[in-house]
């Protein structure tokens, strides 16, 4: 009797114009279907390699999206994944098509209908599991009343995607290329895209915002719990941006803060020796490298002067953009004492490319004077660490050498330019 119940419902969403399955009673042979080990899952049709494969690959995103989100509740929904028949499949239906419906007492049920196009895509068929296991988290809070209920983000089931297999968010390279573009897309515009109908370009681009968005929310206070929060609304509404707003109003109201918490996760990505961080002597000839070729002036001006020159042509703005970008992912490995000197450089660059150049004499040649300053400390520090590994002990004899380390500074507090500069970043907390 349970049996029936369960396939009752499966029968009838199969012969339904919908799916325009002619091939039901095939389909739900039990030769024709195979289970997941946890039994949240069942594949009908295809062959029982494929099933397997879906099976098995459904329990990983299964597993990964609990991992991701923080969140492993036991499943309440079955999810049904059903392989099209060729014979059986309407020109011009969706490769993938995701249904609830309720089966009185067998319950509620999660259906995702594959088209044989579907199944060469496995970008695609992960994102189409991955929609039907958060659909099934948001429905046991979210209000479900005639059939209507409102779909989980896409952004988040494509971000997931490309979390957890990576490949199909493409390399540091596009996201390189999207902070080279014009920005980020607009809040609104970008949450109303529609995943599923995206292909190629389109969709990895779609899934590295997605995944970039997706790590810079995690990244706030109580990030990945307001993630969640956010799929688990018990009204969420209807319209994609204002959803976000019910969660992130902040954000929502200032999308100008949005952008550049997007764009700084871009940057990472971006960046594939992210984590080696460079000392200090190589940070500032990484920086030199980024300012040289602005500054070089065939006419003698000075730096500052051959800089202006620059932002006031198309080619130089876009020049200036880049150094921007460079300043960016190099912030990143940035020594310590360097970090905050790049961030005023990248910052001078932005404004110059936007035509914003008041103040920038000033502020530029103030940032010379310290950079300069910051790379003869560089050298000091080398130079006495060197002096120390000489001095390291007798290696014959086996005793520890002390040596008295001459001084080559007056004992009080220095008051230069560079020590209240190095002052300031240590109560900073750098």
């Known amino acids: 009797m349970r049996l029936r119940s369960f396939l009752v419902p499966v029968c009838a969403v199969l012969v339904s114009a919908a799916s325009a399955q002619v091939a039901a009673p095939d389909l739900l042979k039990p030769e024709n279907r195979t289970a997941s080990n946890s039994k949240q899952f069942t ?52 490769a993938v098509v995701l249904q609830v419906f309720d089966a009185d007492a067998a319950g509620r049920k999660i259906q995702i209908d594959l088209a044989p196009s579907a199944l060469g895509d496995a970008g695609l068929v992960d994102q189409a599991i991955l929609r039907g296991l958060l659909l099934e988290r948001s429905l046991r809070r979210q209000k479900f009343e005639a059939g209507r209920y ?74 990945r719990r307001r993630v969640l929060e956010n799929l688990l609304l018990v009204e969420p509404d209807r319209d994609p941006l204002q959803r976000f707003a019910q969660t992130w109003p902040d954000l929502a109201a200032d999308q100008a803060k949005l952008a550049r918490l997007w764009a700084l996760s871009l940057a990472r990505r971006s960046s594939e020796a992210r984590v080696d961080l460079l000392g200090i002597e190589e940070t500032g000839d990484e920086l030199d490298k980024i300012l040289s070729p602005l500054s070089e002036s ?98 014959n004899s086996g005793a520890i050498k002390v040596t008295s380390i001459p001084r080559t500074e007056p004992a009080e507090r220095r008051n230069d330019k560079i020590s209240r500069y190095l002052d300031s970043v240590e109560e900073r907390g750098w």
Do not use: C
């Open 43 to 94: 594949v009908f049709g295809g062959t029982p390699g494929r099933r397997s494969d879906l099976v098995r690959r459904a329990e990983e995103l299964k597993r990964g999206t609990e991992r991701e989100l923080r969140d492993s509740e036991d499943w309440k929904s079955p999810i049904l994944i059903i392989l099209s028949p060729g014979d059986g499949f309407r020109l011009r239906q969706p």
């Open 150 to 223: 409102v779909d989980p983000p896409d952004w988040l089931a494509a971000a997931l995607s490309a979390s957890l297999a990576p490949e199909s968010a493409g390399g540091s390279s596009l996201y390189t290329k999207m902070l080279e573009g014009k920005g980020m897309p607009r809040l609104d515009r970008f949450l109303g895209q529609n995943a599923g109908t995206l292909r190629g370009r389109a969709r990895e681009l779609h899934a590295a915002q997605s995944l970039a968005l997706y790590e810079a929310l995690s990244g706030l206070p109580d990030g």
């Open 298 to 395: 065939g006419d003698g001006k000075e730096p500052a002067a051959a800089i202006l020159d620059l932002s006031r042509s198309e080619p130089g703005r876009f020049r200036l953009s880049q150094a921007s970008i460079e300043a960016q992912k190099l912030g990143f490995r940035a020594h310590t004492l360097y970090a905050p000197v790049v961030e005023e450089y990248r910052l001078l660059f932005t404004n110059l490319g936007k035509k914003r150049r008041g103040g920038f004499n000033r502020r530029f040649e103030e940032l010379e004077e310290l950079r300069l300053q910051l790379g003869e400390r560089g050298r000091e520090i080398t130079d006495f660490m060197n002096w120390m590994q000489a001095n390291d002990g007798d290696q």
